[in-house]
């Protein structure tokens, strides 16, 4: 089964804004999919509503308790990393599921090492530098050990070392990715399928080789 | 007896300043920060009929409590004070409330910085009735964008599996932490005890 179906998804805002239109697609288990689209295209509403902040109108199928299961990294680490320490705001996810204190300790340690962020614990959060912050943001969700990371623009105000660095960490987790981005050089580079909204509906779904129909890709704006 | 009470708290905080090697300067600066309200009270007070010595006892009390508390407030980082409070009994939304001050202040302060330079760069002097129309923008603005920020935020905690009743965090006290605790249960009892001999 796949991990995740979704199914005629339509979204709405409350100024009657059309977000998403009839969305339907599918993510097999560690599958990297590169969400594309101009800005106000739909990508971040759809990571929302997948992650279940909204609620859509059509179907959400998750192999598994999905809050468990999909785990959304913001595009602005300051949304994300609300705690004082480090160790906290990492500890937060796995405390809520009620682990034991040494298994929190054993995730934070874990997540904290995949990031290449070992012994920051004692840091606090708001004198982290841009690229450490996003780092813990992936960390914060990393430590849940979702199997669906929901990623909005990972790489947007990295400088290439940062970003080259932030690419391989995701590659190195090994677990299915949604991320919403412009940048098509990381989705050539780590990505297996590509999903393109335009004006919330889904014009453009298959292999990243599309993003080399330049044809295709001026007709729709992306470059 | 008052002043000698005050003179046993006071050498206790000046052994707490020395032991954890408090910057003096700090305390002082923040304990004079009471003066205001300090003044204030002692306007009103001289307004009735307070005895000189319930003055002096008020003033007393007022600058001793403020001490005590720059003393916490600069030998103790905030994060391991906040957790204290939670594990002393303080409700955890109003913990999680306090944590959130502190960790989103600076960025709000910055953020305001930064849109004043947007103003400067575009202002360039007089028109002083139209400014305030501006300032208003500016504070609902900066308003706005903590609102949403705060929404964000909590968009960030649910998904993390967040819930309002949070447990206090195990703290765990080490050899200094518990001569604390007893030397100053130890004055409390110093101090209640050379009044009661005083009286008799």
């Known amino acids: 089964m796949a991990l995740l179906v979704v199914d005629k998804l339509s979204y709405r805002y409350a100024d009657e804004r059309q977000a998403l239109k009839d969305v339907s697609f599918e993510i097999q288990r560690g599958e990297r999919i590169g969400l594309i689209g101009l800005n106000g295209a739909g990508k971040s509403t759809l990571l929302l509503c997948l992650a279940g902040v909204l609620k859509p109108q059509g179907r959400i199928e998750v192999d598994g308790d999905r809050r468990r299961t999909v785990g959304l990294v913001f595009q602005d680490p300051n949304d994300q990393l609300f705690m004082t320490t480090v160790y906290d705001d990492v500890a937060f996810g796995p405390h809520n599921l009620g682990l034991a204190m040494e298994e929190v300790r054993l995730r934070v340690e874990k997540a904290l090492q995949l990031v290449d962020a070992a012994g920051f614990e004692e840091r606090l959060t708001h004198h982290l530098s841009f690229g450490e912050k996003k780092r813990i ?4 969700v990393l430590a849940m050990q979702p199997e669906l990371l929901l990623l909005d623009e990972p790489t947007s105000n990295l400088d290439p070392k940062r970003r080259r660095e932030f690419l391989k960490i995701i590659q190195d987790t ?3 990715a949604l991320i919403a981005t412009h940048d098509l050089d990381m989705v050539r580079q780590i990505c297996d399928r590509v999903i393109i909204l335009q004006a919330g509906r889904l014009v453009v779904e298959g292999r990243i080789d599309l993003l080399d129909d330049l044809d295709l890709m001026r007709q729709l704006e992306l470059i | 007896m ?5 003179a046993i708290y006071l050498l206790y905080l000046a052994g707490l ?17 009471v003066l205001p309200f300090l003044l204030v009270v002692l306007v009103f007070a001289a307004w009735s009929a307070t005895s000189p010595e319930r003055l002096l006892l ?9 001490a005590a508390l720059a003393v916490l407030g600069v030998g103790t980082d905030f994060p391991p004070l906040i957790k204290g409070l939670h594990r002393l009994g303080l409700p955890g939304t109003l913990v999680m409330m306090l944590s959130f001050m502190y960790r989103y202040l600076e960025l709000l302060l910055a953020e305001a910085k930064r849109m004043e330079i947007a103003r400067n760069q575009r202002y360039f002097g007089g028109r002083y009735l139209q400014q305030f129309r501006v300032l208003g923008n500016m504070i609902g603005n900066l308003f706005l964008r903590a609102f949403e920020r705060g929404e964000r935020v909590y968009q960030a905690m649910v998904l993390r599996g967040y819930s309002a009743q949070s447990k206090p965090e195990k703290v765990t006290y080490n050899i200094v932490d518990k001569l604390t605790v007893v030397s100053a249960l130890g004055v409390l009892v110093l101090s209640v005890g050379t009044e009661f001999l005083w009286r008799f």
Not at chain 2, 2 to 6: E, F, Q, V
Not at chain 2, 17 to 33: E, G, H
């Open chain 2, 58 to 66: 008020l003033v007393q009390k007022a600058l001793l409590s403020a």
């Open chain 1, 137 to 140: 943001a992936l960390a914060t």
């Open chain 2, 2 to 6: 008052p002043l000698w009470r005050s």
């Open chain 1, 174 to 176: 090994e677990k299915a």
């Open chain 2, 17 to 33: 300043i020395m032991l954890f090697q408090a910057p003096l300067w700090k305390v002082c600066k923040r304990t004079l920060l």
